[in-house]
Structures are given as structure tokens and as C-alpha cells.
């Protein structure tokens, strides 16, 4: 069987169990504490040497990392991955853009607020954060004017993989009001089958997402 | 005849020249300066509306972004991109690798360098930015102390991605030195069949480049 090595309340680890569930894969999950320094540890740094998750390992020990591209191995051959050369592209562009457009801002200000002090001195950059994000908001925004998905004519790993950290926006401050396209597209992710929500944070994260800046 | 829309002295633009010099395609390079905000114009962001080189056009007018995701489309079926499912998974892995803890501090160091007057605000960031690098160029170290390129036994588009920026990462202030195997894996890369430099960057840059902070 294989195994994820993630932290539960991380989108981009959930965006695994996601598609696992969809999939109806069989999965171990090993809950891997990243926010209390458990991916800088000597065995899992000689797993990962970039410390971080989530992590898949096969049964015969070979390792996958980067929720992306586990993502793409995962789905290769099921309805969440086409076939046809063009959308495959365009699964993985999207899944770039949230990467390096998306992920640093939205997931990096939700983490400020919830995962570190309220005198942290990162809470400084929660305003350009916010500024970032809601740009990559737009451009989601833009695309769902005129498409349902975002990759071709169904629900995919593209949609998983940009749904993770937008549904969770809230925790980093961002307002979903001015993006319609975007709230209908996130309630289609919700209605698909097998889904399944990321749980809430722990006690302590949700007091410090209670005190939005 | 397939279009990129580039900036020559862009790392992830070059990345797209040199597969398509090394694949041997015809393509049309159309020159765009994203330092000087050409990927902001209403014509620009009609096709892409992240507004970010390179792009590619397909002759019917189909747009795809993102250079990590342009490699994959381009080198599909080629030697620079296996069959093989979880030699695929790893060339993504890297990829993503690249784009989130690599690309954001070798090349944005860089472009603060290089792109950013000598008294911008910016340069404060240089520090951090080096950091996070050497962490991704350790990282990368790490993998090629047992490993010739960064997918199976042969060079592809995961090695392009990473010798984009690590190549001019002087550029941003980073030695290399304490890389041994970076700097042989670099220079395997140059041998390569097809290899074409990035341009020197045009003088302005190069002036400021001289500086380095």
C-alpha cells in the first residue's frame, strides 16, 4: 500500500487525500507535524532532502515529492487526468500558476496568521500578501468567466490542486466576495463525488485565525 | 510555425529556446521585455492574463503559459522527456522544485541585481533571498552526489528547468563553490548536444550586475 506523509490541516497535503478519496485509493497517512519542525528531522530529511510535505512513499520504498506531481502520478490513467496532450498541458500550467502565483501568497498569509504570534514581526508582510493573492484570484477569476474547470470540460487535479488553498482563503484574510466566478467554482468542487473537506485547524491555529489583521 | 513570446535574458524564456534548439523545432521568437512592462498591456494580458513570459502560441492561436508546463508540451515524446510513468512523476517533482524553492530566490536575487536600481528597497531582501537559495542549491547538490541528471540516467527537460537560473547565479550574488557536483552537472548540461547559451544581459543590466551587493 502507499503511504502520504502529511500534515492534515496543509492544503497542499490535503489536495492529496482529496484525490485519494475520489480515486477510492488505498492509502496510509502518516500525520507529519511540519509546523513543529517533524519534516527537519535526520530520517525524514534522508527522505526528503528539501524538508517538506507532502511526501508519497511506494511499498517499495521509492519517494515522490512535490503535491503536484504526486497529484499527476496519482491520477495518470483515471477521469481526474485526460489524456489528450493539449488539456494535460493545461493541467499542469494551471497547476505552475498556483505554485509561484497562487500557494506563496495565499497559503504563506493564511500560515502568518494562523501559525505564528500575534507580535510576529512576518505579520509586516501580510499586506503585500494579500495584494499578491488577490491578483492570482483574478486571474482564476477571469478563466472562470468563461469556463466551468480548469482544465477542459471537467473536474481535475488542476481544480484539486487550485481549490486547496482558495477554500481556506478566509484564514489569510482574503474577502471571496468580489470573485463570483470563483465562489460558484469552489461550491462545483464541493458537490463532487467523494469529496472531502480539510479539517479544521487545531485549537491553537483556529484562536490565532480568530484575531484576523 | 508554433510563437514564443520571450525575453532573451529571462531564465524561464531561455529555458524554452534551448529545448527547441536541442529538439531541432522551428519556432518564431517574438522579443518581449518584461522589465519594461510588456507583459502588461491590454493586448498582452488578453492571452495571458497573469501577465508573465514566456508564452507560447500555437498557429491556430491556442495559448499556453507557464515555462515549466511549455517543456512538458513541447518535449512530449522526445528523448528529453521519458515514458515511463515514475520517471515523468520525478521530472514534474523537480520542476515544481524548481518553480517554488528554487526559481523565487536564484532568480529573483538576481533580477534585484541586475533589474533594480542601486538604492531600491528591494535590496534589503538580498540576504533572505540568498539564504533559501543556498538551501535549494544544497538540495540540489544532494541529488547529484548519486545521480548524473534529475531524471534517471539521462539529461531532459527537468535538467533545462534547473540549469536555467543556476547558470547565472552569480548573477544574484551566489557562489558556487562549495557545489562541486552542481558546478560538473552544469557543465554536463553545456556539453550537451544543441546547447545554446542565455545572451549577456544588455549593458544597463550588466552594469548594475557588476555591483553586486
Redesign the interface.
Known amino acids: 500500500m502507499i503511504t502520504v506523509y502529511g500534515y492534515s490541516v496543509s492544503g497542499n497535503c490535503h489536495k492529496l487525500r482529496l484525490l485519494l478519496e475520489q480515486l477510492g485509493h488505498e492509502y496510509r497517512w502518516v500525520e507529519i507535524d511540519s509546523s513543529q519542525g517533524a519534516t527537519r528531522t535526520p530520517e525524514y530529511l534522508a527522505k526528503n ?2 524538508g ?1 510535505v507532502p511526501m508519497l512513499e511506494l511499498e517499495d520504498g ?1 519517494i ?7 497529484l ?2 496519482l491520477a ?1 490513467g483515471s477521469r481526474y487526468l485526460p489524456a489528450d ?2 488539456l ?3 493541467a ?2 494551471w ?3 498556483e ?3 497562487h ?2 501568497y495565499i497559503a504563506v498569509a493564511r500560515f502568518i496568521c494562523g501559525w505564528t504570534p500575534l507580535d510576529s514581526p512576518r505579520r509586516a508582510d501580510l499586506p503585500r500578501l494579500r495584494e499578491r493573492g488577490n491578483q492570482a484570484l ?2 482564476m477569476e ?2 472562470l468567466q468563461s469556463a466551468e474547470w480548469f482544465t477542459g470540460a471537467d473536474y481535475g487535479i488542476a481544480d484539486i490542486a487550485l481549490f486547496a488553498y482558495t477554500d481556506v482563503a478566509h484564514h489569510g484574510g482574503f474577502d471571496l466576495a468580489p470573485f463570483p466566478a470563483l465562489r460558484n467554482w469552489l461550491a462545483r468542487v464541493r458537490n463532487q463525488s467523494g469529496f472531502v473537506a480539510m479539517p479544521e485547524p487545531p485549537a491553537e491555529n483556529a484562536a490565532l485565525l480568530a484575531h484576523i489583521d
Chains 1, 2 share one sequence.
Do not use: D, G
Not at 515522490?64 to 504526486?70: D, M, Q
Open positions: 532532502a528539501n517538506k521509492r515522490l515529492v512535490e503535491s503536484n506531481a504526486i499527476c502520478y495518470e496532450a493539449w494535460r498541458a493545461q499542469l500550467s497547476m505552475f500558476f505554485q509561484y502565483s500557494e506563496p483574478a486571474v477571469t478563466h
